[in-house]
């Protein structure tokens, strides 16, 4: 019997950053962006240095000449290009500070690195937002036509874009004031916002000290009560990892279901739950360790798989999430062996949690993004 463990966890680094991009007035460029996999800023007909630096007059002068592009573009006086000669542009008294949107050009083409996140936020509340991870470093070369430019090469940013549908009003409202700030790029700085984010971008998730978990709801109609045992179904699991860590995971499992929970649940542990009970829906939560959403989620996975205790003693974690298997995934899959070691002792997971898991996959379609792949006969699936 083997039985594998995909958790499809992201570990991301301490320094992960996350950026909203406002793709222009009136949303102008919000197509463009998904179109062409790519981001941008308004600086049509220049090409970028491969070392950006603020200072530099000639990269000044690219983007006096982009604006002035820009400008032609909208007005009327097609008769009237304007030069495409950078130096033209000069100043005889530059700025001594750069201007915000000279900044705003380092922090998208120059300061944003592969793997972070970038946020694209639509008209309206109910607009879908796009979120993407930059692929490769800038690259000076790499360039794109909009739909407002249609002649103009525009230095841009290559995208990955997640496969994540949620409108602007699905956020939470510190969110969706970020979303509505004018600027054209800004960096998301508090932990509770990029945790939020987080959360709709990757649904299992370890930054820093945390981590999060992103439960579906797939079922067409939810009722409130089968939603209330769904919640005490993620709460025992949790429960349980708590008595795990504190070595009382026998003790734990000679409670009744609720006493358990009872005895063991601790709000320390937690931060908010985000939720959304339109099905589909979903219920989020961060949770501060490191590895308990992660085993939360497998054991909801897992109990729900029709898989004895006994047969997910030597259970293996193979995270595809990650190209490399880590630290993280070691400890998850030691924390599931012994679980269900212990659980193999009671009869606890046959009779009662497997049970509960059956009843909430047909009542709310409970679902995580963790795999289970079983074989039988003993060769790895």
Known sequence: MAVVIDPEIRILPDDHRIFILHPGDGKRFYADFFETNSVFLDIPGITLPAVIDIDDEDFRN????????????????KDDEPSR????????????QAPRFVHEIHDLYAEARPGDLIVIPGKGYNSTVYIGEFEGEFDPNYQVVSRRYPDEQIPARKVK???????????SRRLIRLMQNRQAIIQVSKDEDKRDIYEFAYGEYIWKETS?????VTEDV??????????????????????LRKGELD?????????????YYDKKYFGGVSVEIHSPGYFGRPMKDVMLAGYVSAMLAISGAGVSAQEAIAVTVENSANATRSVCDEKLEADIR?????HANFDLWE???????EATKKEVGLKTGVSVKVNRNGQKP
């Open 62 to 77: 690219r983007l006096r000449m982009a604006k002035r592009i820009s400008l032609w573009h909208r007005g009327s006086k």
């Open 212 to 216: 999060g978990s992103l439960i579906r």
């Open 161 to 171: 874009w997640l496969d994540v549908t949620m409108a602007k009003g699905q956020f």
């Open 222 to 243: 939810i009722d409130v009560k089968d939603l209330t045992e769904a919640f005490d179904l993620t709460n025992y699991f949790a429960s349980q990892y708590i008595a």
């Open 351 to 357: 009779k009662v949690v497997c049970p509960r898991r």
């Open 338 to 342: 012994e679980s269900m070691e212990m």
């Open 85 to 96: 000669d950078a130096s033209t542009y000069q100043v005889k008294n530059p700025a001594v």
């Open 251 to 263: 003790k734990f499992l000679q409670l009744p279901f609720h006493d358990a929970i009872e005895k």
